[in-house]
């Protein structure tokens, strides 16, 4: 290999590796969602929670664009959670009351690379689905994705994946 390709192959693997970005997913999806639903009261969060507001936005239309109207009296009653923390920090499961030297990893960590563009976060959404009349969980949906700190973060599409999840049933 030419010094020329040599330096155009290493240049073009550097640029491809730039993006910390990886695309929203599905990681939990727990229940089943009533047949249909037309109605859902989703819960609005505090208006200084500026990103769970946001996110909320985002899945408010999402729901709506595939139908579902929002009502605060609706059977169906949904919560959203989210968070946003950086790549490297893990989520490990434990059991109270039983120590464990190799926990099960929830949440894989993500190290900053010498190769990377901007500093990664790992943005999860939880949406859960609760029967009004008895307060059963019907559904608890997951999606997370990795995004740069600095840039907007995925709440659009992680609310089509979360809609979209809910209504798959």
């Given at each position: 290999m030419?010094?020329r390709?040599?330096?155009?192959?290493?240049?073009?693997?550097?640029?491809a590796?730039?993006?910390?970005?990886?695309?929203?997913?599905?990681?939990?999806?727990?229940?089943n969602?009533?047949?249909?639903?037309?109605?859902?009261?989703l819960?609005?969060?505090?208006?200084e929670q500026?990103?769970?507001?946001a996110?909320?936005a985002?899945?408010?239309?999402?729901?709506?664009?595939r139908g579902?109207?929002?009502?605060?009296?609706?059977d169906a009653?949904?919560d959203l959670?989210?968070?946003v923390?950086?790549?490297?920090?893990?989520?490990?499961?434990?059991?109270?009351?039983?120590?464990?030297?190799?926990?099960?990893a929830?949440?894989?960590?993500?190290?900053r690379?010498?190769?990377?563009a901007?500093?990664?976060v790992?943005v999860?959404?939880?949406?859960?689905l609760?029967d009004?009349?008895?307060?059963?969980?019907?559904?608890?949906?997951?999606a997370?994705?990795?995004a740069?700190?600095?840039s907007?973060?995925?709440?659009a599409?992680?609310?089509?994946l979360?809609?979209?999840?809910l209504?798959?049933?």
């Amino acid at each position: 290999m030419g010094a020329r390709s040599w330096i155009a192959a290493l240049g073009a693997a550097c640029l491809a590796g730039c993006a910390v970005q990886s695309p929203p997913a599905i990681t939990s999806s727990v229940g089943n969602a009533p047949a249909t639903i037309t109605q859902i009261h989703l819960i609005e969060p505090e208006a200084e929670q500026a990103q769970r507001v946001a996110m909320f936005a985002a899945l408010a239309g999402a729901l709506q664009s595939r139908g579902v109207g929002l009502s605060e009296t609706a059977d169906a009653v949904a919560d959203l959670a989210i968070s946003v923390s950086p790549s490297p920090v893990g989520i490990f499961a434990s059991e109270a009351g039983k120590t464990d030297s190799e926990p099960d990893a929830l949440v894989t960590t993500r190290e900053r690379r010498w190769y990377d563009a901007c500093e990664a976060v790992r943005v999860q959404a939880t949406l859960v689905l609760y029967d009004r009349s008895n307060g059963q969980l019907r559904k608890s949906s997951k999606a997370e994705s990795v995004a740069c700190a600095d840039s907007e973060l995925p709440f659009a599409q992680l609310s089509e994946l979360l809609a979209d999840d809910l209504l798959s049933d």
